[in-house]
C-alpha cells in the first residue's frame, strides 16, 4: 500500500483488533512474558559498562565540575571556517524558502501529517545528507550549521525537525560516521543521503530508561548471520523509514561475546511488521512506530561496531547527536521572542501595553536572556564538536538538559503573556480572524524533549556520573560496599593523598581577585562569579561524597542540584565568552548576557542553598507512604482511572497479527 492510496491516521492499528491493546499482545492471546527479570544492581552495570570511561581530549565541563574553570578551553569564541560557513550558506538559504513557500506548517498540525511531496522537497535539498559526507553524496554540513538547519525548519513544524533529527542524529547515518565499516557507508550513506529514511529503535514496552531489560534478540545462525526478534515501541520516522538502526541482545555462547549489539535492519526484510503509528501529545507530524521483527534474517556484514558495543554506540553517537534537540528548543525560544515582543507592545491593558506591566515584563526578559544563553551555549558546543579538540560530552548533556527545561518554561510563560490567546490553537484564531499564533501547540510540541534522548532524570545521573567520576576513581573500595578493610584503608590512603593536595586548591582563585577577569569589561563580575562557584561547587560534590559515600547515587536530588548548578554554570561561561567576543558587532549581546548571568546566577544561588536546606528526604519517605496507600483518602471525590488493560503491555515473540502500516513515500524506498 502507498501513501496514495490511503493516509494512515496515528493510534491507527493494522487492521488488528478494535481493542487497542492488541498492537502488543502475544500473537496467540496469551500474553507469554518475555520481559527479562533485571535486578538494580545488573542495570547500573549495564549503564556503567555503556560508558566511555577514557577522557582523550580536555573538556571544560569536567573541569568546571572539579573547581577549575579552563576558560581557554572555550575562550577566544570559536569561529568557523570559511569554506563551511559558505557551504552552510548556500544550504541553508535554500531551507529557508523552502520553509517559507513549501511548508503548511497548520496543514501538518491539523491532518498530522507530513505531505510527501514535503519529504521528496527535503531530499532533493540534500536535507536527508546534512550529517553525511560529500564523499557519500551528503552535504557534509558542521554541526553548527546542521544545528541551525534543524531550528529553521522546525519553525516551519517541529514535527519536521524531529524527523530529520532522528534520522541523522540517532539513525543509521550518525552511528555509521562513527563505527561504520567502509563497505557500510558505501552501502547506506548514498541511499540516506539521497531520501530515504531511518530510524533508531531502543525503546520496548517494558525497556525504557532501563536498556538491561531488553529482550529483542539477535540469534547467531550456524552462518554467521543473524535471527532478530522482538518488539520496539515509539520509533520516531519508524513508519516511513527503510533503513532501521536496531538494538538486540546477542545470547553469549561459543565465539560470541554477546550484550548489547545495534545492527542496521532493512525495514523490507521478510519479518519486519510495522504495527501500528503512535499518536502523542504534541509532534502530531511524528511518524512513530511500533515495529515486530519476527525471525528476521540480518547478515552478519549489518553489525554496527562489535557485538555487545550496542549501548556504547548509542551513547557515543549521542556526545554529537544530542545537539538537536536543544537547537529546536533554541529555535522555540526565538520564535517566543518574536511573539511576545510584538504582542506585548500591542495588546494594551489598562492603560499600558500589557509589555510594561512589570509582571509581564520580567516574563519577557526571562525568554530574551534564556534565549541568548541557551544559543551561546548550543552554538559553541556545535564549534567545539566541528573543531574537534575538545571531547564535549559533558557539554552536549548539560545542554540538552537545559534547553529542554528552560524552553518548556519560556513556552509557558509565552502562554501566560498572550492570556486567553495562548490557550487558544492557531486554526481557531485564525476562525476568529485573528493572526494564527500556536503557542498552544509549541508546549505540546516542546514537551517530550524533557522526556526523551534521556529523559531529565537520567541526565541528571548521567553527567552527574561524570561529574563524581574522579571522586569515584580516588575513593575506589572506600565505598564499594563489598571491599574488606584492607582494601579499604589501601584505598583510603590514597584518597587522603589526592585530598590533601586537592582540597586546598579549591579555597582561592582568580575569582576572588578584585578585578580579576578584567577583559570581560562589564561582564567581568560574572566570570568572577564562575570560578567562584566551581570550586564551591567541587567542595559540595565532595562533602556529599564524604557524607554519603556510596549511597550518594541515590541522593538523586543533590546530584540533580549539582548538575543544574554546572549547567548554570556553563551557560555564563557561553554567555560571556560570546557576548565578549561579538561586542563590536553585536554590542546588545553584553545587555542580554549581563541580565542572563545575573538571572542565572539567582538560579545556581538557589540550587545552592537547596543541596543542605530541602525536605529531599521527607519527600522520599511520604512518597514510600503514598506508595503504601497510607494517603488514597486524598485521591476521593474524582472518578479514579479506567482499572482495565496492563500498565505496561506484555508482548511475546511471533509472526505479527497486524496489518503492516508502512508508508512508502513514492520514488524514495
Ligand atoms: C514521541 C516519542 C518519540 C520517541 N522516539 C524514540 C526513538 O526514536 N527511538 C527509541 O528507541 N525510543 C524513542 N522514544 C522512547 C523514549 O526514548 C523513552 O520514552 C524514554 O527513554 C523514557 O523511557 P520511558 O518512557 O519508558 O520511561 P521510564 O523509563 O518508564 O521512566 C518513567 C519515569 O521514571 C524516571 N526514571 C526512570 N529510571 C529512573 C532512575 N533510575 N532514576 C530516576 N528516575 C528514573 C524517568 O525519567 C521517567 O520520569 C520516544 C518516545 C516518545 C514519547
Redesign the pocket.
Known amino acids: 500500500m502507498t501513501t496514495t492510496d490511503r493516509r494512515p491516521t496515528p493510534t491507527e492499528s493494522g487492521g488488528g483488533p478494535a481493542d487497542s491493546s492488541g498492537a502488543l499482545a502475544a500473537p496467540g492471546g496469551s500474553p507469554a512474558a518475555a520481559q527479562s527479570q533485571v535486578t538494580e544492581r545488573q ?1 547500573r552495570q549495564v549503564a556503567e559498562a555503556a560508558r566511555e570511561t577514557e577522557w582523550r581530549k580536555p573538556s571544560f565541563g569536567k573541569e568546571l565540575f572539579l573547581g577549575r574553570l579552563r576558560l581557554g578551553l572555550i575562550d577566544p569564541w570559536p569561529q568557523p571556517d570559511a569554506e563551511s560557513v559558505a557551504k552552510g550558506k548556500v544550504f541553508l538559504d535554500k531551507l529557508d524558502d523552502f520553509t517559507r513557500n513549501q511548508i503548511d506548517g497548520a496543514q501538518i498540525e491539523r491532518d498530522a501529517f507530513i505531505p510527501d511531496d514535503v519529504l521528496t522537497g527535503l531530499a532533493g535539498l540534500g536535507a536527508f545528507g546534512m550529517k553525511i559526507d560529500e564523499k557519500y553524496g551528503g552535504l557534509g554540513l558542521s554541526n553548527l550549521d546542521y544545528c541551525r538547519a534543524l531550528m529553521l525548519v522546525g519553525s516551519g513544524n517541529p514535527a519536521l525537525s ?1 524527523l530529520l533529527s ?1 534520522h541523522q542524529s ?2 543509521v547515518p550518525q552511528p555509521l560516521k562513527l563505527f561504520g565499516t567502509p563497505q557500510q557507508k558505501e552501502t547506506f550513506l548514498p541511499r540516506l543521503a539521497a531520501g530515504e529514511i531511518s ?5 520496548e514496552p517494558d ?4 536498556p538491561a531489560r531488553m529482550s529483542s534478540t539477535a540469534i547467531p545462525t550456524p552462518e554467521g548471520d543473524y535471527v532478530l526478534n522482538g518488539v ?7 513508519t516511513v523509514a527503510s533503513l532501521l538502526v536496531v ?1 538486540a541482545q546477542v545470547p553469549k555462547s561459543e565465539g560470541h561475546r554477546g550484550g548489547i549489539t545495534a545492527f542496521v535492519v532493512e525495514t523490507e526484510s521478510e519479518g519486519v511488521t510495522i504495527e501500528r503509528r ?1 499518536a ?1 501529545l504534541g ?1 502530531r507530524g ?1 511518524e ?1 512506530s511500533v515495529t515486530r521483527f519476527h525471525d528476521v534474517r540480518v547478515p552478519k556484514e549489518n553489525v554496527i561496531g562489535k557485538e555487545g558495543q550496542g549501548l556504547k554506540i548509542a551513547l557515543t553517537t549521542l556526545n554529537t547527536g544530542r545537539l538537536s534537540l536543544p537547537a529546536m528548543c533554541v529555535g522555540a525560544g526565538k520564535w517566543c521572542l518574536n511573539v511576545a515582543r510584538e504582542w506585548s507592545a500591542q495588546r494594551v491593558q489598562w492603560g499600558r501595553p500589557v509589555g510594561e506591566h512589570e509582571a509581564v515584563a520580567t516574563k519577557i526578559a526571562f525568554i530574551a536572556a534564556t534565549t541568548y544563553g541557551m544559543e551561546s551555549m548550543l552554538d559553541l558546543c556545535c564549534m567545539l564538536a566541528d573543531d574537534d579538540h575538545n571531547d564535549i560530552r559533558i557539554e552536549a548533556a548539560l545542554v540538552k538538559l537545559y534547553a529542554s527545561e528552560m524552553a518548556w518554561l519560556i513556552a509557558d510563560e509565552l502562554i501566560q503573556i498572550r492570556g486567553g490567546r495562548g490557550y487558544e490553537t492557531a486554526a481557531s484564531l485564525a476562525a476568529r480572524g485573528e493572526r494564527a499564533i500556536g503557542v498552544e501547540q509549541l508546549l505540546r510540541d516542546l514537551r ?1 524533549n524533557r ?8 541526565m ?2 548521567l553527567i552527574a556520573r561524570e561529574a563524581v567520576d574522579k571522586h569515584l576513581s580516588v575513593a575506589g573500595d572506600i565505598i564499594e560496599p563489598d571491599a574488606d578493610l584492607r582494601r579499604k584503608a589501601k584505598a583510603g590512603a590514597k584518597a587522603g593523598a589526592f585530598y590533601a593536595w586537592w582540597l586546598p586548591t579549591l579555597a582561592v582563585g582568580a575569582g576572588h581577585v578584585p578585578g580579576g577577569y578584567a577583559s570581560f569589561g562589564p561582564l567581568a563580575r560574572h566570570v568572577r562569579y564562575v570560578e567562584r562557584a566551581s570550586r564551591r561547587l567541587a567542595r559540595s560534590t565532595f562533602y556529599g561524597m564524604a557524607r554519603w559515600q556510596g549511597r550518594l547515587e541515590r541522593r ?1 536530588r543533590f546530584l540533580a542540584r549539582i548538575v543544574d548548578i554546572g549547567a548554570e554554570l556553563f551557560a555564563m561561561s557561553a554567555a560571556c565568552v560570546r557576548a565578549r567576543a561579538e561586542r563590536d558587532t553585536r554590542p546588545e549581546g553584553v545587555e542580554l548576557a549581563d541580565v542572563f548571568c545575573r538571572q542565572a546566577r539567582s538560579r545556581a544561588d538557589a540550587h545552592f542553598r537547596g543541596l543542605w536546606r530541602n525536605t529531599d528526604a521527607r519527600d522520599v519517605a511520604l512518597a514510600k507512604k503514598v506508595a503504601a496507600g497510607r494517603y488514597v483518602s486524598v485521591e476521593s471525590g474524582v472518578l479514579p482511572q479506567p482499572p482495565k488493560g496492563d500498565w505496561v503491555e506484555q508482548w511475546a515473540p511471533g509472526p505479527s497479527r497486524e496489518k503492516d502500516v508502512r508508508r512508502r513515500i513514492p520514488n524514495r524506498s
Open positions: 542495570a524531529a532522528a540517532i539513525g530510524a533508531f529503535l531502543l525503546t525497556v525504557g530508561s532501563d520496539k515501541l515509539w520509533a520516531t520516522n519508524g538494538m503512535n502523542f509532534l511524528l512513530n517530550i522526556i526523551f534522548e534521556g529523559s531529565t532524570e537520567i541528571h545521573l538523586q
